[in-house]
């Protein structure tokens, strides 16, 4: 049975790898990946790709940039003949970016299965578009793969049978637990002349705090104040470098002799980049999960989070964009760290597994034909 797995993203690769290693290390089961091309730079894909060890795509796609309309029918466009020809068994997509919307849709209108891994999370924040990507996917999907109960507990308020729905943990997490040992070799530190535990590491990439002046200037404000207080690297998404490049933003940025700005980061370099934080300041979900398991403490910079376990274990604290709440935040960290080391339920490296199991189980009996799964599987 063939299992197309697509990819677009770099949040993507990081959950593709496990997968595309526990499915084809299963009996019965070929994988097939698709490579979108919505990440097209080498830093975001082809880095991506090596240090992971993920085989190199069966199909490319090569779609990249324009609005989210535009890629989003791009992509479409270009996925339908691929899986009219291979004619999968099923097509596994992972997250929340337009290409998982975008071959589901296609999946879905062709009858195919279609399988959501990182289904269920929620920030319930519709201004944000991975949130609409998130609910039409699970919306349409025929095997759901939670990482966490609260995202299986949101599927089946939607009104998710509860036979689609699979409690299995976090993928990403696999792909931390694999790769941490070699992230501690990497020299990153060194190179940018940074000791552990001293620095602080930010990202943004999010639209709307970088598109919008009123919100980007509120956060460098904070950024200022940090900066005097310890280092911070940050490592600069290609949208977020455009915008930071002119006006009062750019006047801002060279105001702050001790930011580092620095070009994006490989996986294995990111992941050691972030386990020897002080603190973490970030948009971004998957930060979120990885601050967790690494016992590193973070500050989201969003009104809202769909990784809601993070915030329920101490790891995590949801500060918005006011420099004021950001900076209290802050300091109570660097005077009073919190207590971490808890972990999620099935947050241990195995999720991928798991899912390859249960697709082996629920795929297998009737070629073409949906099985309903033991309706136990979500409690």
Request: glycine fraction near 6%; aromatic fraction near 4%.
């Amino acid at each position: 049975m063939t299992i197309m797995l697509v990819a677009g993203a770099r949040p993507n690769f990081m959950k593709i790898a496990p997968l595309m290693a526990a499915i084809g290390s299963r009996e019965g089961l070929t994988p097939f990946l698709v490579h979108t091309g919505q990440h097209y730079d080498a830093r975001m894909s082809d880095l991506f790709f090596r240090q992971l060890s993920i085989p190199q795509p069966d199909v490319n796609l090569g779609v990249s940039g324009g609005s989210h309309a535009a890629q989003t029918a791009a992509v479409m466009t270009a996925f339908e003949p691929v899986l009219l020809e291979h004619k999968p068994r099923a097509v596994l997509v992972v997250g929340d970016v337009n290409s998982t919307l975008a071959c589901s849709l296609v999946a879905a209108k062709l009858g195919v299965t279609l399988v959501h891994v990182e289904a269920g999370l929620r920030s319930f924040d519709r201004s944000m578009p991975e949130e609409i990507n998130r609910l039409l996917t699970d919306s349409i999907s025929d095997l759901l793969f939670c990482t966490e109960q609260r995202a299986a507990h949101n599927l089946l308020h939607e009104g998710v049978p509860p036979h689609k729905i699979h409690l299995v943990g976090n993928v990403m997490i696999d792909t931390l637990h694999a790769n941490l040992d070699a992230a501690q070799t990497c020299p990153v530190l060194e190179q940018l002349r940074l000791t552990s535990k001293r620095y602080a590491l930010l990202t943004l990439h999010r639209p709307a705090n970088v598109d919008d002046p009123a919100v980007l200037t509120r956060l460098l404000d904070a950024l200022h104040v940090i900066q005097t207080t310890l280092p911070v690297v940050f490592p600069i998404h290609p949208r977020t470098r455009a915008t930071l490049s002119r006006g009062d933003a750019a006047r801002l940025i060279q105001a702050m002799p001790n930011l580092k700005l620095i070009e994006p980061a490989g996986y294995l370099e990111f992941l050691k980049l972030t386990a020897h934080a002080r603190v973490v300041l970030t948009d971004s979900g998957g930060v979120q999960e990885e601050t967790t398991i690494l016992r590193v403490p973070c500050l989201t910079l969003r009104d809202s989070t769909e990784r809601p376990v993070t915030v329920e274990l101490g790891s995590n604290r949801v500060v918005g964009t006011e420099p004021a709440r950001i900076l209290s935040a802050f300091r109570q960290v660097m005077s009073h760290p919190p207590e971490l080391g808890q972990t999620p339920p099935l947050w241990d490296g195995q999720a991928a597994g798991r899912i390859a199991e249960v697709l082996h189980r629920e795929l297998a009996p009737r070629r073409g034909v949906y099985v309903k799964a033991n309706a136990t599987s979500a409690a």
